[in-house]
């Protein structure tokens, strides 16, 4: 698929979000780190990089996600993108969990935001995030130890995570269905289905497709080249399709939605039936800023030696 060379986002919306954003703080930030030693920390070599990922370019930077820019700028500009504000459409997530999580892994992670709100609601759960640019696994990793959460991040493609059958209790992707075509999205959803113990649950977080199908020219605003396969889809029948049961899509602030699934529980599994816990997440009281460079784990700012 060729890359669009004159969007919306291009010629006026990316002028737009540069002049609201504090260019020189961040460019003092990526000019502070060594991204390619940095990333190596994280970088796994069994790991192949598909080629929907890598030939394409992401909200307009050459090299999308593979190329460190995209780590840095990737906070500023999307807090203009979600609104009313970032923090309420990724709480929509927290919100929606109904299992008491021991295990969760938040697929397609990038820097973390929905990571860290993951473990600020479950601080007694093991987190790992997981995502295939190590330059964006860097910019997570600054962003936990800024908050003082720990947190495993992990290089790996969301389609083949190499864990182990039913290893966890809470799958999540937020904002990551969009950018992969749909046969992705469908070989994802069935590894979900694998990782989840019997009654586990899977939360995604992405654009509303109804809303993306009957406004068109939301399509035509940014640089996203699966963004129309995706409005065309019908992810509520995708989760079906690979065994999830109880699907439920909610709006989120019109222009969002999560969606809901869950694996189900054999009927002659009694240990299982007994065992499954509803539960209330608590919202978040504190806000992630993920631009508070200040207190980032950055030479530029002192913080390491």
């Known amino acids: ?84 504000h970032e923090t309420l459409v990724r709480q929509a997530l927290i919100d929606a969990v109904k299992v008491h999580p021991r295990r969760i892994l938040d697929l397609g992670c990038g820097t973390g935001s929905t990571t860290l709100m993951l473990k600020q609601a479950f601080p007694q759960a093991e987190v790992i995030g997981l995502d295939l640019s190590p330059y964006m696994l860097v910019r997570a990793e600054d962003k936990a130890q800024s908050a003082g959460l720990e947190i495993l991040w992990r290089h790996g493609n969301a389609e083949t995570t190499n864990f182990q059958n039913a290893a966890f209790d809470l799958v999540t992707a937020s904002l990551l269905f969009h950018e992969i075509p749909n046969t992705v999205s469908q070989a994802i959803l ?72 869950v694996k189900p529980i054999p009927v002659t599994d009694v240990t299982a039936q007994k065992k499954r816990q509803q539960y209330t997440p608590r919202s978040i009281d504190s806000t992630i800023d993920n631009n508070d460079l200040e207190g980032l784990g950055s030479p530029v700012f002192g913080i390491r030696a």
């Open 1 to 84: 698929m060729a890359v669009r060379q004159n969007t919306t986002w291009k010629n006026f919306l990316s002028p737009m979000v540069r002049f609201l954003i504090d260019e020189d703080k961040w460019r003092r930030y990526a000019d502070s780190i060594d991204w390619e030693k940095q990333s190596d920390r994280f970088r796994r070599s069994d790991i192949i990089v598909p080629l929907y990922y890598s030939s394409q370019n992401f909200h307009g930077i050459e090299g999308g996600y593979l190329n460190p820019e995209v780590a840095v700028s990737y906070d500023p500009v999307t807090q203009y993108l979600l609104p009313p």
């Open 190 to 261: 069935r590894e979900s289905f694998r990782l989840l113990v019997a009654g586990g649950q899977i939360l995604i977080l992405d654009g509303n497709q109804k809303t993306l199908r009957q406004f068109e020219w939301l399509n035509d605003i940014f640089e996203e080249p699966y963004i129309r396969e995706y409005a065309a889809g019908n992810l509520d029948a995708s989760m079906g399709a690979a065994g999830f049961e109880a699907v439920r899509t909610q709006d989120v602030w019109w222009i969002n939605q999560v969606t809901s699934g």
